[in-house]
């Protein structure tokens, strides 16, 4: 039986004029506010509020050029195309969108459609009803002309005895409802309806589909249905107005009975054209229901959920008042949906967790995690669903606030500022948190591929939630996320690859923003190794450089979903590829995330939009690997060259430190330092100990560099300090090495410091040219003193232990010369790398964190703050894994010469962590009282990306009874050592 129609524009008329209440009423009592529930909410888990200071955000242009401004609402939507293109005019347009959602027979041919009605159809009509005011004076009075409006009440007894609401029908244009509830809660509502097998058409006495008619519980003379209906409006209302929502005009009407398209529910507003309030279009029976294979079905739950999800759209329209400035009311529909749904459970939450209709909510997330790479705004199109599952993001943010009042601020950010897009009034409202939009899409990414509760350490190292509190994240949102496909797991995964050990694979992905990707790793055998991935992103054609983010990170397994190890770094497009590498065993499972965390405002259609996305390869590779080990081939080298030392060649030395040359070649730079062969030591006279040295390493053949004065220790010809080598920088003082590095390619800046690490001790540096490192074996130079710091007094700050050059700048570590102790307080400062590198005028120094927790920095060294871990004087700070480490020694109070590192978020964020890197075998008791110290990163010297070799000294304290340390007797002591220690050693569990 065709339906007559149920027109927009009679509902459009209704609220022009007020409809007379119906005559029998059966007010239902309102229920009791919400009451929110005890600890943990069920929304938001055990979060606290954050304190909210609101963010002003300019004008929007969009109020200075309105007429400018028209919105596409798809392809499907043939009017509004032809109103943007100028083909028609505003009459033509109010009035033909209005006939196309509510009788489409009447349109001109060339505006007809097939398409379904969709929520989105709402928005349309909004815009169109919105632009009424502009429309002629003979369109207005058309649309006037339909108003809504009693009828002769009906002569039949039935409707007085059996339906208490039915005494009165209403027309609209040539639509009969029969039926009419009211109540009041501090606002009005309005419930037109029909009865299934009751209701006739008192125009031509023929029976119109309706509502089904039963009246069981209770029996009141109202048919289930709107008790149901009624009642899940009373408590949606309560809890929408306990969380300081609003509607529009003084009423809000409900029509159940438009079927146009397959319609699923509309909501639209007109407080801001005439007095009226919103309007709510429901299907004739909301119960009935159609599978995706076309087969009918019953499902009563939506009598509850349906109406709390458009009752939502309503309160929404309160805060958008200017629709015919908005840009793009599409993309104000993503947010619309998403936060309905989420609004939608929150009624169910905090009132009836169990009650009819409580999973619905969630029954679109498959949509929104089957393209987790497509922008976070973007939708699957009119009639699609991802836009509903976003209703993710809208819970993530509202327990990252540890508040429901985020969403309700982000209506209110749309209607005071009228930002046109709500990703930007996302971003205002979180800065008002103290929140940033672009961090928090890093652990929205995570905690969407986890679905469960989120865990401190991970949530440290990424800086935002990597989980849910949400009591459904880890049950019904798994199921409902592979609601279409249980065999697909999601969200879904651009690459799931199991490979064995000594496997490679690569791959490739693309996203866009606020899009993230997933490729799963995992080991097929037994044993442990480490999974390594390089990750790039080449360069595109487009004005905007994309940003992306890199987590690789093992799960315990797929079922709980607990991290066990993680590394993570940032890039830009076309910066060249980065590496990530951890330890995995077998059982586990890997994931590289990469996300894409930039804004894009516009709302997109899956496929997206090409010419942003951001493409990025990949290339994974699994290993068996043991933990960090001695590099035997550098181990080898030193001990072969000491060995055979000539009487001016190096035969020992501490504190090494290299750095690479522009030849290739690699400058070894040395503190104290014999020479010639350990074998002639012993007797104290034949051969040379100096406080400094440099060798130069040309592949595997080195060079000496001394002061000179070479090969004459036996020379008895001469006076007995004249037979011994000198010493190149600062011959006749003790100066031992700091870091360096090479400045513009011709030059080579040396940090050292003189003294013994107590108050007198002073620091200097040296500009070596490049071209004398190259080519001579004999330097003489002397240090220039660096002015001096002692933010402290009297103790000076030694700066130049350790250089690192990140951001723009180099960063410049030293230790604070107090007392005899070994461990030192560490300061900081910094300099931008184009500048002189030790040009202190130009140097910033720590000062510490300010209230809003960023770095502050200062010019004078005086004010400058130690940073929290101490360290010996040899130390290094380096980025690895996305992290910054400082690796150092334990002090002997702890474990003596075990090399740790301490993870950092930045340059200065050191705080307690610190991860075992290696403990070296060389701390022996007697006969030769052995110590390690020295422990300093040695970038670039393996070809194997996975590793990083890290030196250390071994020495003695042991003297013989003539005082001559037994070093003198073990040629081995006071050497260097080198150990290849894995990346994958470099994982923080927890940050400061």
Known sequence: MRLAALTVVGVLASVLQSATPSSAQTPMSAPTPAVVSPTPDPILGNESPRPYRPVERPESELRKQPETRKPDFGDDDKISKAWSRGEIGVDEYVRDTILRVADPSRLPKKFKSEAKTTHEDGLTLTYALSLVKQASPETQAWVRSLAVRPGESRASSQSASSWVDCATPYTGFTYWFTCKRSFSMNHQFDIYYNIDGFSVNPDYGTPMEGLPGVDLAPMNGVPDAIDKIESSMRVAWSQYQSMGYGLTGSKTEVYIGFDINNNPGLTFPFGDIFDGGAVILLP?????????QGNPYRDED??????????????????????????????????MEATAEWAADVVYQRNDPQGPGWKAYARTLYAFLSNPESAVNSSDGLAGSRQYGAFILAQY?????????????????IDSTLIVHPIEAIEQVLAGYGLNLKNELLGFAVANYRLTGKTANLSAFIGSADGYAHTHASTLWRDNAKLKDP?????????????SWGDSSNGSTALWHGGASYIELTPSSTGSGRVSVRVDAPSQSRPTVANLHYFLIAWDNLVSRTPLRWAGVEAKEGEGPRDLSIKINAGEVATLIVVRPELWLLSLTIPNYDPIKQPVNWTASMVKEADAEQDTALNAMWGG????????????????????????????????TF?????????????????????IQDGSALRTITGGSTCRETDTST?????????????????????????????????????????????????FPVGDLEAKSTLTVTPTRLQECSPRPPAPVIWGSSLLSYGGYT??????????????????ARTVDDSDLVDQSKWRYYAGVGGDGSAQWTASCAQSKPLQPKAEIDFSVVQINGLFWLVRHTPASEAPGKIVAMPAKSPWEFGSEQVDLYTPPETKTNPQYSSVYGARVQPGLLSDPSKVVVSYTVSTSAVNLSCWTRGYSFPDNQFPRFVDVPLSQFVATKLP
Not at 687 to 694: D, K, L, Q, V
Not at 811 to 828: F, H, Q, R
Request: glycine fraction near 8%.
């Open 487 to 499: 065999s697909v797991r999601r969200p879904r995964r651009s690459a799931e690859r199991t490979m």
């Open 397 to 413: 943010l509202t327990e990252r606030t540890g508040t429901v009042d985020f969403v309700r601020k982000t209506w209110e950010a």
């Open 811 to 828: 960063y410049i570590y030293g230790w604070e010369a107090s007392g005899t102790d070994a461990e030192k307080s560490v300061y900081l």
């Open 719 to 767: 006076d007995f300090w004249s037979r011994y080598a000198k010493t190149p920088v600062g011959e006749g003082g003790q100066f031992w090495t700091g870091d360096s590095k090479v400045v513009n390619g011709d030059e080579v800046v040396k940090f050292y410091y003189e003294g013994v690490g107590d108050e007198n001790t002073r620091g200097a540096y040296v500009r």
């Open 675 to 695: 020479l010639g062969s350990p074998s002639k030591r012993q007797t104290g006279s034949e051969t040379s100990y100096i406080r400094n040295s440099a060798v």
């Open 641 to 672: 060259y000491a060995s055979n030392a000539g009487c001016a060649d190096w035969s020992g030395g501490d504190a090494a430190q290299a750095v690479k040359l522009p030849s290739g070649k690699r400058a070894w730079f040395f503190s104290d």
């Open 284 to 292: 004739t029976d909301p119960a009935a229901k159609v599978d995706d």
């Open 302 to 335: 939506w009598y509850t959920y349906l109406i709390r999800h458009e009752l939502f759209h309503a309160v929404q329209y309160h805060y958008i008042p200017n629709l015919n400035l908005l840009e793009s009311l599409t993309t104000v529909n993503w947010w």
